[in-house]
């Protein structure tokens, strides 16, 4: 299923988990997440607090490598969490909540926590437009199945070919990263601020014939067109984005089931992350201190 070594000590011996997770949050040594200081930080003895303490005697607080990420303020063991990170990581079509728990050997209600966790810590924020300048961005929606009856009665809808869907919006930049949306409707309303919060006005944009997505907005309706006719006709296509929503769309099927429509946007991030991290994800999973990259260890 994975890519997982099982047998790394980071995932079974506390202070070799510890010392991985160091590595990746403080690259250049141990900092004080307070105030910023370096030269002020010492460890603190381990008997007390145990080991992984440290003190700033600047602002002279205590913390862990832990604070400011995704991992703070939890009892489970570090050694669970980066398994739990790594299984979500290393397996390109995720992993279910039943599957993390008999792995991690923990209850189901804690590794849904945990999973959940991980994927907020995997959502970007407020990121720049993407594209640009001789980039091309696939758009395009897809829909995502979620039960009826679990849903409360006022929200129940008919949906497409009378099967209730969510619909995720997605934006796909050929040899780049992707990134997808839980959307309400495929209005212009809706994804107008989308597209321009989130594409480079430079960029050429494509959407199959049938893409409501585009006609809905008529700002980029135009650039499409235009961006088309200067392209020849093998480079008008959604192959890219269409790749991207296959793995999804299995993913989701196959892995979980089905998604409620209150989680859908974690899932989303989460095959935004796999998808965008694929490189660095292969190429050094389990271990290498400087991937996965800190920034999606830290919470927000
Ligand atoms: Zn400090």
Not at 226 to 244: C, D, L, M, P, Q
Not at 250 to 259: E, L, M, T
Not at 278 to 284: E, M
Request: include cysteine; charge should be positive.
């Amino acid at each position: 299923m994975t890519a997982v070594d099982l047998t790394n000590p980071i995932f079974t011996d506390p202070d070799a988990a510890r010392a991985h997770f160091e590595a990746i949050r403080w690259p250049g040594g141990a900092y004080c997440p307070y105030c910023g200081q370096f030269d002020t930080v010492k460890p603190l003895g381990g008997k007390s607090m145990g080991p992984g303490w440290y003190h700033c005697k600047d602002c002279r607080r205590k913390f862990t490598a832990a604070v400011g990420s995704i991992y703070e303020r939890s009892h489970i063991p570090m050694t669970k969490w980066l398994l739990a990170t790594h299984l979500m990581c290393a397996s390109k079509k995720g992993v279910s909540t039943h599957q993390l728990h008999r792995m991690l050997g923990l209850p189901y209600k804690t590794a849904w926590f945990m999973a959940h966790r991980i994927r907020e810590g995997m959502r970007e924020l407020n990121p720049p437009p993407t594209g640009g300048e001789g980039k091309t961005i696939e758009i395009d929606e897809t829909y995502v199945g979620g039960k009826e009856k679990n849903k409360h009665r006022s929200k129940r809808h008919s949906g497409v070919g009378g099967v209730a869907k969510e619909i995720a919006f997605a934006l796909v930049e050929r040899g780049g990263k992707a990134r997808s949306f839980h959307i309400a409707d495929v209005s212009g309303k809706t994804l107008r601020p989308i597209l321009t919060a989130q594409i480079d006005d430079a960029s050429a944009v494509v959407s199959d014939d049938g893409g409501r997505a585009l006609g809905a907005c008529s700002r980029l309706h135009q650039s499409v067109n235009h961006s088309i006719g200067e392209y020849v006709r093998g480079e008008a296509h959604t192959n890219t984005i269409e790749g991207y929503f296959s793995i999804m769309k299995r993913g989701i099927v196959r892995v979980y089931h089905h998604v409620s429509a209150q989680h859908l946007k974690r899932y989303l991030a989460e095959f935004d992350f796999r998808y965008n991290e694929r490189s660095a994800l292969n190429v050094t999973m389990p271990s290498g201190p400087s991937r996965p990259s800190p920034q999606w260890l830290a919470s927000g």
